[in-house]
């Protein structure tokens, strides 16, 4: 069964800089692009970042472009996002998702439970 | 590409038939996707390209749609289907997620 399971969120002031990481098992990991999706609290699913299996392409949504860093190392089998410069809008429990696109239809078919990102003062 | 989900919230009661539309701002052909969320849960892909039903995923959930205009129908609804529902475009970046539709308990 695909795994993927978040770790390093916590509370942070504004300002300041945290690294989530994204363990994957039970898949090959270096063939799939893989993903950020966050939710902030009594709000919808926003994405937030993505990357190729081999690290090619990175894209960011405009809110955290500048700030995040996205990147995988396929031989540990995880994804991080580096995040710095944090805001309270950034507050939201983000979570790690693969995309499969076996069709041609790019979508999040497998996301872990996510980690709590709290920015505040 | 902006997402319009409706209605944003709805009551049902066990075995009912629900509906749930989303439009886009712009055509996107096939590229749009369905999942449920519960609180505390990861997100679980239900539907993608618009009516291709997820490996798993019980046959009274189904997709329709193309171009601009979607939905997402539940034949009979069952208690563990109160949720909220997302649907989500994968045509272009930035991917988006329409606003989201929480499904009650009447």
């Known amino acids: 069964e695909v795994q993927l399971v978040e770790s390093g969120g916590g509370l942070v002031k504004p300002g300041g800089s945290l690294r989530l990481s994204c363990a994957a098992s039970d898949f090959t990991f270096s063939t799939y692009t893989m993903s950020w999706v966050r939710q902030t609290p009594g709000k919808g699913l926003e994405w937030v970042s993505s990357?190729?299996?081999?690290?090619?392409?990175?894209y960011y949504a405009d809110s955290v472009k500048g700030r995040f860093t996205i990147s995988r190392d396929n031989a540990k089998n995880s994804l991080y996002l580096q995040m710095n410069s944090l805001r309270a809008e950034d507050t939201a429990v983000y979570y790690c998702?693969?995309?499969?696109?076996?069709?041609?239809?790019?979508?999040?078919?497998?996301w872990g439970q996510g980690a709590l990102v709290t920015v505040s003062s | 590409i902006q997402m319009t989900q409706s209605p944003s919230s709805l009551s049902a009661s066990v075995g009912d038939r629900v509906t749930i539309t989303c439009r886009t701002s712009?055509?996107?052909?096939?590229?749009l996707n369905w999942y449920q969320h519960k609180p505390g849960k990861a997100p679980k892909l239900l539907i993608y390209g618009a009516s291709s039903l997820q490996s798993g995923v019980p046959s009274r959930f189904s997709g329709s749609g193309s171009g601009t205009d979607f939905t997402l129908t539940i034949s009979s609804l069952q208690p563990e289907d109160f949720a909220t529902y997302y649907c989500q475009q994968s045509h272009s970046t930035p991917l988006t997620f329409g606003g989201g539709t929480k499904v009650e308990i009447k």
């Open positions: 998702a693969r995309d499969a696109d076996d069709v041609g239809i790019p979508r999040f078919d497998y």
């Open positions: 990357i190729s299996s081999s690290r090619t392409y990175m």
């Open positions: 712009q055509s996107i052909s096939s590229y």
